[in-house]
């Protein structure tokens, strides 16, 4: 847990600061390595804490104000409602803070 | 596996996503900034509705203060020009920045630079046209202009201070989905702006007017060209009332032979033909009414300028006040000033001229292509390179050649982008011209009188316009303005020969030569894009003039009254009667009554008043009957999938339909029978009911003019989700409210020149630019309605009022 919230953390503060994604790679392949987590460990908090943290803003995003937007781009690409853009920007940042969770897990593996 | 190793193997792997998720796949934007809440998508919601309380800007001198109505249009107070102007551009960007960045990377022709190939052929088009090269000629001139030159600079300040202070998550939306960004503006983006107006408003029609010309003049005799293709439309009023006298003597052509029986270039490609289109012109309403018809004594001006309709909106609405000029109305975004509009004692408007300012001439180029034939010798051609920046591509170098004519648009060793242009032929037309037509637009900003008004019209070229004024001193005035070719009779109408001096265009129609009407004795005038002047006007003006209808049914209505008020003329701009049909359909029906046709369509087309009403079936079925009767006409008399001939105007249709029913003109010589009027009335009314049948299923709600045309809105990307798509709408092309599937009124506005004035108007749109706004298409549907809503014109900036929801107060950065 404390893991995941530390991930979750740094994900928050980074973005705040500079709001790019590239912290979903960087920071879950950093925690997982740092910790030690194994690379099913790392895959599963890293994918938890980005997809968390993408899925929490963008329903925000969309309750302050961005779902006629949110309904326009669906319709760009095809999705029904802008709803479900929402779960969508969580499992897109879910999959990459998997995969990096998941790489970070592999370079340092957790000690026997 | 080694830890470098294992490194080495997640940093590629990492590697790879960023780079997939970075950078666009196919038409995808690159998903992850696309996606990221912090700076993709999620960052265009409605946060750009919030209106600032305070905006610092280095190029401000003094405080400019900004009051926002309910409609979210923005009253701009500034204390010295300069100032308003860089204001303007500030505010403008802040709505509407991708729209005018895009729309002037078209008219430069560089879309491939976001597009990619898929845009080059447009690019090319551009390019081989000259707009950028007329837009850099024209730039000269206006910035030769002090005043012109101030707001040039100062708007494009004001537009660059917007983007400079833009993150990636500010930027519109579009160039998030185009994987794009801003790029800064220059005087000449807005004289690109201005030129790629003029080229759309000169009109298709009038582009590729002498190929399809060509066709007819191989194909038929001097007589059938004359009935069928006639240079003036055969029914209608003009625009200056006819019997105005004029008072001026003309300035003679080069040479007055004629060629309307001049045969087809033999080099002129004239299969295979040229492709008929059944929507109708773009069209264009405005008139004006003076004292003597109205209940307040005062003029009335109304003009719904009819364009091709779209998401972002074609106009943006604003007052701008300085101590030179307070002025409300609609501009373009990404000019300075007002377009269309009204001062405290001045309104003006505008509809398309529609008289042909573009000819091609036939070059005879030597063999290297470097000089081309004139008179008795040679000339040199000029050669101007375009490099077109492709995305993903390596840059296209394209020569275009350029004769004392124009440019020579498609040359016979290119493939030609648009078929109906000649090969080997030189584009000349008035829009090439250097000219000024902002100084125009600043000046009427500031004007007080029609005289005032008047004169702010002269030096105005391109794209021609009839200017319609009233002020609040009484007067009224109607000008068809513009840089119009004195011409012999007929020329223009084929290829003229470019080595022929005699061929030329014998210079310009003075101003004060050009037709014109003030105060007439009838009380109104108006224009409806018909023809500008009766047969007395000793000029020979042609074009692709509109038919009858919107002008005549506008003049008969105003007839009508003499105590009109402004909201009554709302009525008028919505009137949806065709005044085609009381003329021709109840000959119609008599005939098929004759013939005994039963249906129970006929009573409902007997009982129809002629109005294209939204929840009505008989203007689908008339409509339908129509083209099915037009179609075997004229492909019984003139084989036009045979003999590539362009359609004739529905005006020649409805003549001939008055013709009597035994005229030789509707037998069908293949057979040995004679066939009459009633043969084609029967046979195209049950071919109709068929048709109707097969497109919209059973009779029924189907069957209703709002669901057989709808209206689209769409946004300049195509993407449907940005735009309005499927509306159901009273009226049609031929209608006072001109709409059809993809155009409309674009600005419908009213002007009382009352003291104070009043003013109502409407768009199909929203002031604001951004998809994500409330503001983007908030209006569409009390225009679909017919709704206007009253104009707040403020006097002054601390002036209170109800409808005033925000205030701005714009200051010089420290």
Not at chain 2, 411 to 417: A, G
Not at chain 2, 463 to 472: H, K, M, S
Not at chain 2, 490 to 502: A, H
């Amino acid at each position: 847990m404390i893991f995941f919230l530390l991930t979750l953390l740094g994900l928050i503060f980074l973005s705040l600061i500079v709001p790019a994604w590239i912290w979903l790679l960087a920071v879950p392949f950093l925690s997982a390595c740092l910790a030690r987590m194994g690379w099913k460990k790392g895959a599963f908090i890293g994918a938890a804490a980005a997809g968390l943290f993408w899925f929490g803003a963008a329903a925000i995003a969309y309750i302050a104000g961005a779902r006629i937007v949110a309904d326009r781009v669906a319709g760009v690409f095809g999705i029904g409602p802008g709803l479900v853009l929402v779960p969508l920007t969580g499992f897109l940042a879910a999959l990459i803070g998997g995969i990096s969770g998941a790489a970070g897990g592999l370079v340092q593996p957790p000690k026997q | 596996m080694k830890p470098v190793w294992r490194l080495f193997c997640a940093f590629i792997l990492l590697a790879g996503i960023f780079a997939g998720l970075n950078r666009p796949i196919s038409s995808l934007p690159p998903l992850g900034t696309f996606f990221n809440p912090f700076q993709g998508f999620w960052q265009n919601g409605r946060q750009i509705d919030y209106l600032p309380l305070q905006v610092s800007l280095l190029d401000l001198q003094r405080p400019v203060i900004v009051q926002w109505d309910k409609n979210r249009v923005p009253h701009l107070f500034a204390e010295s020009d300069a100032d308003l102007y860089c204001a303007q551009g500030y505010l403008v960007a802040r709505d509407r920045l991708w729209q005018m960045d895009m729309q002037t990377r078209a008219a430069a022709g560089c879309l491939s630079q976001i597009f990619g190939k898929r845009a080059l052929e447009d690019d090319r088009l551009m390019r081989r046209i000259g707009l950028s090269w007329a837009a850099e000629k024209n730039l000269n001139t206006i910035m030769s202009d002090s005043l012109c030159r101030l707001a040039l600079d100062s708007f494009s300040r004001g537009v660059n201070a917007y983007i400079d202070q833009l993150d990636f998550r500010d930027f519109p939306l579009e160039y998030k989905l185009l994987n794009d960004r801003p790029q800064p503006w220059s005087p000449l983006r807005t004289a690109l702006l201005l030129k790629q107006m003029a080229w759309y408003l000169t009109g298709y029609g009038n582009h590729v007017r002498e190929k399809r010309m060509a066709n007819v003049y191989a194909t038929l005799d001097s007589a059938d060209i004359e009935r069928f293709y006639p240079d003036r439309p055969p029914l209608g009023e003009p625009i200056v009332p006819a019997g105005t006298p004029w008072r001026f003597s003309p300035v003679p052509p080069r040479t007055d032979c004629e060629t309307a029986d001049q045969p087809a270039d033999s080099q002129f490609p004239i299969r295979p033909a040229v492709p008929v289109s059944n929507e109708y012109a773009l069209g264009s309403n405005n008139w004006a009414v003076s004292g003597s018809r109205t209940r307040s004594g005062a003029p009335i001006l109304c003009n719904d300028p009819h364009l091709g309709l779209g998401l972002p909106s074609v106009w943006y609405e604003m007052q701008l006040s300085s101590p030179h000029q307070n002025v409300y109305g609609v501009t373009f975004p990404g000019a300075p000033g007002i377009v269309i509009g009204f001062t405290s004692s001045l309104a003006w408007g505008v509809t398309n001229a529609e008289t042909d300012v573009a000819d091609w001439f036939r070059i005879y180029f030597t063999s290297n292509r470097s000089t081309y034939r004139y008179a008795d010798g040679f000339r040199p051609v000029t050669a101007r390179i375009e490099t077109l920046q492709v995305r993903g591509s390596p840059a296209l170098i394209d020569t275009v050649l350029h004769t004392h004519h124009g440019p020579v648009v498609f040359s016979r060793d290119k493939e030609p982008t648009d078929s109906r242009m000649p090969v080997d032929a030189a584009l000349c037309w008035s829009g090439h011209r250097a000219s000024n037509e902002l100084a125009t637009f600043l000046w009427l900003n500031r004007a007080a009188t029609v005289s005032e008004a008047d004169s702010a019209l002269r030096g105005y070229v391109s794209p021609g316009q009839n200017f319609i004024l009233a002020d609040a001193d009484g007067n009224i005035a109607i000008r068809h303005t513009g840089g119009f070719p004195i011409r012999r009779k007929g020329q223009g109408r084929l290829l003229l020969d470019g080595s022929d001096p005699s061929d030329e265009w014998s210079g310009w129609i003075p101003f004060d030569h050009l037709p014109a009407a003030h105060n007439p004795r009838q009380g109104f005038l108006s224009s409806a894009n018909q023809i500008p002047a009766d047969s007395t006007y000793p000029y020979y003006l042609s074009g692709n003039y509109f038919a009858f209808e919107r002008g005549n049914r506008i003049n008969e209505i105003l007839h009508r009254r003499s105590d009109w008020n402004g909201l009554d003329m709302a009525q008028v701009q919505r009137d949806v009667l065709n005044p085609d049909v009381p003329r021709v359909l109840p000959r119609l029906l008599r005939i098929l009554l004759q013939k005994g046709v039963i249906s129970a369509w006929i009573d409902t087309l007997e009982t129809w008043n002629g109005e294209y009403r939204k929840n009505l079936i008989a203007p689908s079925l008339y409509e339908a009957w129509w083209q099915e009767l037009e179609s075997s006409l004229w492909e019984n008399h003139l084989h036009l999938s045979r003999t590539g001939l362009p359609r004739p105007r529905w005006d020649v249709t409805l003549k001939m339909l008055l013709q009597p029913t035994d005229d030789p003109f509707f037998d069908d010589s293949s057979t040995f029978e004679v066939e009459t009027l009633v043969h084609w009335t029967t046979r195209s009314f049950e071919r109709a009911l068929e048709v109707m049948q097969q497109q919209h299923g059973e009779p029924g709600a189907s069957w209703r003019w709002g669901e057989v045309r709808k209206t689209d809105i769409p946004h300049l990307l195509r993407f449907p989700s940005f735009g309005r798509h499927g509306l159901s709408v009273d009226g049609e092309g031929r209608t006072v409210s001109a709409v059809t599937h993809r155009t409309g009124p674009t600005w419908c506005m009213i002007v009382e020149l009352t003291r104070p004035v009043r003013a109502w108007g409407t768009y199909p749109g929203g002031q604001s630019g951004h998809p994500g706004s409330l503001f983007y298409d908030d209006r569409i549907d009390g225009w679909i309605n017919g709704q206007v809503e009253e104009l707040l014109y403020l006097e002054n900036a601390g002036d209170h009022h109800p409808w005033l929801i925000a205030g701005t107060r714009m200051e010089a950065k420290p």
